[in-house]
């Protein structure tokens, strides 16, 4: 049961455009949301994250949107660069037994196009 | 300065042997995981500790069992090696309040 869930498995886009990232998730009790950025052999790095309550979150270039009632999360990467190719995965946490448990999705492979 | 590090960086074996991963964070923080990346790409927890202590569990074989010495240590130790168990394993930390999770550069176990 994929409680975190990303569609998209890949998604081209062409340098200076803006790249959408979506994730769609089952649990309405989670509570944080968190995107990662993953290059070839490397682990997951943290790029952004929204909290529950809120409905939107910007850095930079980066700015997630959060719709609750449609169980909906985006990234958006606006202008996208080449150095921004990357798997984006996003993930959901929720407590349990007194920590943070994560759940994260299949990942999405960007593929920004100079 | 690495914040989450991983020994080995691959690791190949054959089947039935026993092997270990280690793990270290310097980042002072209270919870470490495991994680598995399988050949379909999930990134699966398998467990997490808080200051040494297990608190989540998830359904693995008990061929694998975590060990952590101290609060920025957690080890994987995998009995009996399976052809399934070959994966990225990636370690990682955060603080218990929750928040972002720091990732270790993944170790690559290929069974033969």
């Known amino acids: 049961d994929q409680q975190v869930k990303q569609n998209s498995p890949s998604l081209s886009v062409q340098e200076g455009r803006i790249s959408i990232l979506n994730c769609d998730y089952t649990n309405s009790m989670f509570d944080y949301f968190l995107w990662y950025k993953k290059y070839p052999a490397e682990g997951p790095t943290f790029l952004i994250s929204?909290?529950?309550?809120?409905d939107k979150n910007e850095d930079g270039r980066f700015t997630v949107f959060l719709n609750k009632s449609a169980k909906h999360l985006s990234l958006h990467i606006v202008p996208s660069q080449p150095g921004d190719s990357a798997v984006y995965f996003c993930?959901?946490?929720?407590?349990?037994?007194?920590?943070?448990?994560?759940?994260f999705g299949t990942g999405t492979r960007l593929k920004v196009l100079a | 300065d690495t914040a989450v590090s991983q020994t080995p960086k691959y690791l190949v074996t054959q089947m039935g042997n026993d092997k270990s991963i280690k793990c270290e964070q310097n980042l002072g923080h209270d919870t470490m995981y495991w994680y598995k990346q399988d050949s379909k790409k999930f990134l699966k927890i398998m467990f997490s500790y808080n200051n040494k202590e297990l608190i989540i569990n998830e359904t693995v074989p008990n061929r694998f069992s975590p060990k952590s010495p101290d609060k920025a240590h957690l080890n994987l130790h995998i009995n009996s090696l399976e052809l399934g168990d070959s994966a990225v394993y990636f370690c990682?930390?955060?603080?218990?309040?929750?928040?972002?999770?720091?990732f270790g550069p993944g170790t690559r176990l290929t069974v033969l």
């Open positions: 990682a930390s955060s603080h218990m309040r929750g928040g972002e999770q720091f």
């Open positions: 929204i909290s529950s309550i809120k």
């Open positions: 993930a959901a946490t929720t407590l349990d037994s007194g920590t943070y448990k994560y759940i």
